[in-house]
């Protein structure tokens, strides 16, 4: 037995000794198995030792790999939440930045990358035009913040309506009416868009804009592009039924009506309150100068396309970009012209007509010009003048002395119609003079060869046009104390008498509700009146008061009207009160555009007798911010020069 046992470990040490092939012919079942040990968690313990623990029991081999799991997990969940706050306050705060009006980004980024992507002016306006549209329909658009104007220190009375302010934008920036939305959502209380022709015209062949970065001034010769009045008409359509359908009236014919009734309680064509948006209307350059009837059927038919979408018409006749179109503005043919587009705006479907004014020529500034556009007005019953546009006229560098850029010198000798800063001073004396002439009345003609012709009001022909033109030549405008023939206040009573009929009467006694959503006001305070008297009652600005305004002290004769003088009337201030009425709906209202860049320059304006200081080259050298600069300017300009003000100035009694 010992040597049976002796010989089975030999064998056994020789396998496992010897070479490896012995080795790994071993059998593997004859090797021992190492097994892990068992680690005991709750699912592999006994069933009844399970039982015995209590609920939550953990183990120390799973206890701390747990507590660092959820360490981590919490440390992932607050950076998480940490960057996605962050992320949202960013974008909020971005937001807010970026679509504020007074954000410098707008003039110190967006105004100079457009100018850098695109060269040619024009191309950089459609692009600019483009992205407002597209910003606008995401609601992510520029708008003023804060609501400034609601203390209603800078409130203006214009056709009944009580604006939020007296900055209106000039047309040319929307010239399709693409944009009026995103207008004036930067703050004006006037856009003007067009000017729309009856049918669509390319105007002058490009590059037709030309910028002089140094001066903060263009050169156009745009030549009156247009998409024409019905594709016009059919875009503010469109937005008339989309805001009839957001107010829940529906996007029909009927609620377009209730929405142009004033039935949203809101004006027709700006659709928001305290606005006005004017549609400024043109002739085709194909149409023949001379033939004066189809040069008025052009006007009309614009009108009847558009003036249901308007607060106000506004008669273009002073482009210079439109050969032939100045000619337009003589007493002659402008009467027959505007008296037409007057017929047609009272014809309007609509329960309030839309206000028509004319807009004029800074170049034509003689006496007699200005006295015979004055005429036209009175006799046509129209409602007001635009008083600047484009010149063709090349003005002195700014500042004096400064040597222009060689391209720039280039550039200045472009033909086209040039506007810029240099235009305020201009500006500002026409507005003081079309102040003083309007509020004259009609003036007084000289006799004509042809006794029915000085008799009529109106003229019947171009021809009689022509021929009733002809005495005018040479002949000078009336100072301030010359007499007015009493023969012509019947005429002026009428033309005053169908301004009243057509316009929305402020009294008392007026239909208020839906009919009539216009608001009555006081007469006009001083702008330079304190703050305590400043009440949300009524405005800083009515037309009420443009006659004290606009006047000069050696025209006391004529600021002051007969219920106020205490002497007895002379029998030209007689004429005149019958010419001017007492009513602030018989006295023409003036807007002014042309070099107006800044608050200052604006309440200048304004005092010199305009109810409206419109801007258009300030706003494309400015960015989206240019009107809440302006606005806020001046406030600051009033506010310091308040106690002055009221010291040299009369103040209308509330």
């Not at 009156?224 to 008409?233: H, R």
């Not at 005149?576 to 009513?583: E, K, Y």
Request: aromatic letters at 6%; one cysteine or more; charged letters at 20%.
């Amino acid at each position: 037995m010992a040597m049976n046992a002796g010989a089975r470990l030999a064998r056994a040490r020789t396998a496992l000794t010897g070479n490896g092939a012995a080795f790994h012919r071993l059998p593997c079942h004859s090797l021992p198995r190492q097994t892990p040990p068992t680690v005991r968690t709750p699912a592999t313990l006994p069933r009844t030792l399970s039982r015995a623990l209590p609920a939550g029991t953990r183990f120390a081999s799973t206890s701390t790999q747990g507590v660092v799991r959820d360490s981590n997990a919490l440390v992932t969940r607050l950076r998480n939440l940490f960057l996605g706050t962050s992320i949202g306050l960013f974008l909020t705060f971005t937001y807010l930045y970026v679509t504020d009006t007074r954000a410098g980004v707008h003039q110190w980024l967006v105004v100079p990358s457009l100018r850098w992507l695109y060269a040619d002016a024009e191309e950089a306006h459609e692009a600019g035009t483009r992205f407002l549209k597209a910003l606008h329909s995401f609601g992510v658009h520029p708008r003023e913040r804060g609501d400034p104007d609601v203390a209603g220190d800078l409130r203006v009375e214009v056709f009944g309506h009580v604006l939020d302010n007296p900055i209106g934008t000039s047309a040319g920036i929307d010239k399709n009416a693409e944009i009026p939305g995103p207008l004036l959502a930067l703050g004006p209380a006037i856009v003007e868009v067009g000017g729309a022709t009856p049918y669509p015209q390319e105007g002058n062949p490009k590059p037709r804009v030309f910028r002089l970065p140094s001066q903060n001034a263009l050169i156009n010769r745009y030549g009156l592009n247009s998409e024409g009045a019905d594709n016009v008409a059919m875009r503010l359509r469109q937005r008339v039924r989309e805001f009839a359908y957001a107010m829940g009236f529906g996007i029909d014919e009927e609620a377009e009506r209730k929405v142009l009734d004033g039935e949203a309680g809101v004006p027709p064509g700006s659709l928001t309150s305290g606005k006005l948006m004017a549609v400024q209307i043109a002739k085709n350059k194909f149409t023949p100068d001379q033939d004066i009837e189809a040069v008025r059927r052009d006007y009309v038919y614009c009108v009847d396309q558009l003036a249901r979408y308007a607060d106000i018409i506004v008669v273009n006749v002073s482009s210079p970009n439109t050969p032939g179109l100045r000619a337009l503005q003589d007493v002659g043919p402008l009467t027959k012209i505007l008296t037409g587009v007057v017929d047609a705006a009272k014809a309007t479907n609509r329960k309030t007509k839309p206000a028509v004014m004319v807009k004029v020529s800074p170049d034509e500034d003689s006496e007699d010009q200005i006295s015979g556009i004055c005429e036209a007005v009175w006799k046509s019953g129209v409602d007001g003048v635009i008083v600047g546009n484009t010149t063709k006229k090349r003005p002195d560098p700014i500042p004096k002395g400064y040597a222009m850029p060689s391209k720039e010198s280039a550039l200045m000798a472009e033909i086209g119609g040039y506007s810029g800063p240099q235009m305020f001073e201009r500006t500002l004396d026409l507005v003081k003079r079309y102040r003083k002439l309007l509020d004259q009345g009609l003036r007084n003609p000289p006799p004509s060869s042809s006794p029915s012709s000085s008799s009529s009001p109106s003229l019947s022909s171009s021809q009689d046009d022509l021929a009733a033109e002809e005495p005018r030549k040479g002949v000078k405008a009336p100072s301030t104390g010359d007499q007015l023939e009493n023969s012509l206040s019947e005429k002026t009573e009428a033309s005053t008498q169908r301004d009243a009929q057509r316009l929305k009467t402020p009294s008392t006694h007026q239909d208020s509700a839906a009919s009539q959503p216009l608001l009555r006001l006081p007469a006009r305070n001083s702008f330079f009146k304190s703050e305590e008297g400043l009440t949300q009652s009524g405005p800083a600005l009515s037309a009420s008061t443009h006659i004290e305004q606009g006047s000069s002290p050696n025209t006391s004769s004529v600021s002051s009207s007969p219920s106020t003088s205490s002497s007895s009337p002379s029998p030209s201030a007689t004429s005149l009160s019958s010419a001017i009425g007492t009513s602030s709906t018989e006295q023409k209202t003036i807007f002014a555009t042309g070099g107006i860049t800044n608050g200052k320059q604006a309440l200048q304006i304004l005092n010199a007798g305009a109810s409206v200081a419109m801007i258009y080259t300030a706003l494309i050298y400015g960015g989206v911010g240019t009107i809440s600069r302006i606005k806020g300017e001046m406030r600051e300009e009033m506010r310091g020069s308040g106690d002055k003000g009221k010291e040299g100035r009369n103040v209308a009694a509330p």
